[in-house]
């Protein structure tokens, strides 16, 4: 096994450093080795670039193709895959952006959403809760009430105003501005088959994430309170049983 | 699940690459093809719409998959995640056909996303061998194995291509994949004779053919995919045909991807010539 691995070592670090000689001297002399050797290797870069150009196209737009190009290039040098099912590649790019372009430091958080937006599509399947269920539940209850969510759900929270930019962006416009320093929070859930990315106000997004964790209804009505007094429960579990936030609901018997 | 071959069907048979943006048609039109061939990467997913649409497609017509990154000419050990992941996806979809690549992608657990050469020694038929007795035990089922397009070639080989496929059919009992236009790709990339190649290929050991379309913008041809199969290689799939006699033909499309009745158009032609060529009785 020897030889075919020494080969197989060449070959690899030949296509990361760039040095194919290494790899002539392991197969011998070959015509034209290294034009043969840059399809493979133009093949690996370019196969893996293309699953992240998919994937963050919104991180596409803002850096531009000179700069996206040269990011995945280093990433995909930096972390290869380490899976043949590409489905989970690309996890490690929002950290990368972090680090690559410091002067950018929303685009750590957008490129989370295309990442969540990806991730999520691929998660377990899951059945909405029926609205019913809650009618039938005694009001006195409901204070205790929890509720399970999607396997596919992310909670996004910002410092920056991540949705005017991600709305431009879904219109197509040729532009897009860079988000102000002003908070921002949204839901990406897949109940079913459709994802929907949902922003929500700063109370809302407290509730919601309060009850993802597994909170009672009455503590997380609370929590959000503290943030907007004005804070409506009715109208945000209105909202949350429409867009189908919910596949369980049960009495907590906790107290 | 009742839609599937028998292997007393000796009919021509033609399928295409399914992709997403064909679901609905496929669904709603039912067209005329024999069979559907999709990544079994691309459906490794605990759930999500892909999976469900293969699922309902699965209920109109038989299924084959086609794997990309088993590595079965890696030295490191078979992904054992990999090969579960590939399990679970075999007792959903029951497909008619299991195949993956005479090649290698992976080393020290990194997966370099391409389809790589491996040298035609000694040592590399018992890595490879090994590792498909491995897998189709794992799985209960026999492989398919596809010539890959190539770019290099090793003046140390000890086989043939065609050789070291013929080996490993005969210690592993796997069956192979046949790509006419990889076969004809690598012949012009490494100057060999095409025919030649499909001479020194055992009968009844192919149960699936490949035809795609290549790039021939520089001195190397590359493989893409992503193009009407060209004329010399239909010329070879019939001489394949006129040798091997009728055998299931995919047409694969992976790039620049057109109207679903484009693939159809490709099919019903490589249909034509299964039933022009592909006489099991005159088969040699």
């Known amino acids: 096994m020897k030889q075919l691995h020494k080969y197989q070592e060449s070959f690899y670090k030949a296509i990361f450093t760039?040095?194919?000689?290494?790899?002539?001297?392991?197969i011998g002399e070959v015509e034209e080795f290294n034009e043969r050797f840059n399809i493979y290797s133009n093949n690996v870069f370019s196969s893996l670039k293309n699953v992240l150009k998919d994937d963050f196209p919104l991180c596409r737009k803002i850096l531009g193709e000179q700069k996206f190009n040269q990011v995945t290039f280093e990433f995909v040098r930096n972390?290869?895959?380490?899976?043949?099912?590409?489905?989970?590649?690309?996890?490690?790019?929002?950290?990368?952006?972090?680090?690559?372009?410091?002067?950018?430091?929303?685009?750590?958080?957008?490129?989370?959403?295309?990442?969540?937006?990806?991730?999520?599509?691929?998660?377990?399947?899951?059945?909405?809760?029926?609205?019913?269920?809650?009618?039938?539940?005694?009001e006195d209850k409901y204070?205790?009430?929890?509720?399970?969510?999607?396997?596919?759900?992310?909670?996004?929270?910002?410092?920056?105003?991540?949705?005017?930019?991600?709305?431009?962006f879904e219109k197509e416009k040729e532009k897009v501005k860079a988000p102000k320093t002003i908070p921002s929070y949204s839901l990406i859930i897949r109940p079913r088959f459709q994802v929907k990315h949902d922003w929500l106000k700063a109370e809302e997004f407290c509730f919601l994430k309060k009850l993802y964790e597994g909170k009672p209804l009455g503590e997380a009505f609370e929590k959000a309170t503290h943030i907007n007094p004005d804070f409506n429960l009715s109208e945000t579990l209105g909202i949350a049983l429409t867009r189908e936030y919910f596949t369980r609901v049960e009495v907590s018997h906790e107290n | 699940m009742t839609h599937s071959f028998s292997s007393l069907d000796t009919s021509a048979k033609v399928g295409v690459s399914l992709k997403h943006c064909y679901y609905e048609e496929v669904l709603e039109d039912k067209?005329?093809?024999?069979?559907?061939?999709?990544?079994?990467e691309n459906y490794m997913s605990e759930g999500g719409s892909s999976l469900a649409w293969l699922e309902a497609i699965r209920e109109s017509y038989p299924i084959s998959l086609h794997g990309v990154s088993l590595s079965l000419g890696s030295t490191q050990d078979l992904n054992k995640v990999h090969l579960k992941k590939l399990k679970n996806l075999i007792q959903k979809i029951d497909p008619f056909l299991?195949?993956?690549?005479?090649?290698?992608?992976?080393?020290?657990?990194?997966?370099?996303?391409?389809?790589?050469?491996?040298?035609?020694?000694?040592?590399?038929?018992?890595?490879?061998?090994?590792?498909i007795r491995e897998a189709q035990d794992f799985l209960s089922r026999p492989?398919?194995?596809?010539?890959?397009?190539?770019?290099?070639?090793?003046?140390?080989?000890?086989?043939?291509?065609?050789?070291?496929?013929?080996?490993?059919?005969?210690?592993?009992?796997?069956?192979?994949?046949?790509?006419?236009?990889?076969?004809?790709?690598?012949?012009?990339?490494?100057q060999f004779d095409p025919n030649a190649y499909l001479e020194e290929l055992p009968l009844n050991c192919i149960e699936e053919i490949h035809l795609a379309?290549?790039?021939?913008?520089?001195?190397?041809?590359?493989?893409?995919?992503?193009?009407?199969?060209?004329?010399?290689?239909?010329?070879?799939?019939?001489?394949?045909?006129?040798?091997?006699?009728?055998?299931?033909?995919?047409?694969?499309?992976?790039?620049?991807?057109?109207?679903?009745?484009?693939?159809?158009?490709?099919?019903?032609?490589?249909?034509?010539?299964?039933?022009?060529?592909?006489n099991y009785e005159t088969a040699a």
């Open chain 1, 143 to 168: 204070e205790a009430l929890t509720f399970k969510f999607p396997e596919a759900t992310f909670f996004s929270e910002s410092s920056f105003s991540l949705q005017e930019i991600w709305e431009d």
């Open chain 1, 79 to 138: 972390f290869p895959p380490e899976s043949g099912c590409l489905l989970a590649y690309g996890q490690k790019f929002s950290r990368f952006l972090e680090v690559f372009f410091p002067a950018l430091p929303y685009l750590k958080d957008i490129s989370q959403l295309e990442w969540a937006k990806k991730e999520i599509y691929y998660r377990e399947d899951s059945i909405p809760l029926d609205p019913q269920i809650i009618s039938t539940t005694p």
């Open chain 2, 213 to 278: 379309g290549h790039n021939r913008d520089h001195k190397f041809y590359i493989d893409n995919h992503g193009c009407h199969v060209q004329e010399e290689v239909w010329e070879l799939y019939k001489k394949t045909l006129k040798r091997f006699g009728r055998i299931s033909t995919l047409i694969e499309w992976d790039d620049h991807i057109p109207e679903l009745n484009v693939l159809l158009e490709e099919a019903e032609k490589a249909r034509k010539y299964q039933i022009e060529y592909g």
């Open chain 1, 18 to 26: 760039n040095k194919p000689p290494l790899l002539q001297d392991a």
């Open chain 2, 31 to 40: 067209p005329n093809i024999n069979f559907f061939e999709v990544h079994s």
């Open chain 2, 143 to 190: 492989l398919l194995i596809e010539n890959p397009s190539s770019y290099l070639y090793f003046p140390k080989n000890e086989f043939s291509e065609p050789q070291f496929l013929t080996e490993l059919v005969k210690k592993t009992g796997c069956k192979l994949l046949l790509d006419v236009n990889n076969i004809y790709v690598s012949s012009h990339n490494n």
């Open chain 2, 98 to 131: 299991v195949s993956d690549h005479l090649s290698w992608s992976i080393i020290n657990g990194i997966y370099l996303n391409d389809l790589l050469p491996i040298p035609y020694t000694k040592e590399s038929l018992k890595v490879m061998s090994d590792h």
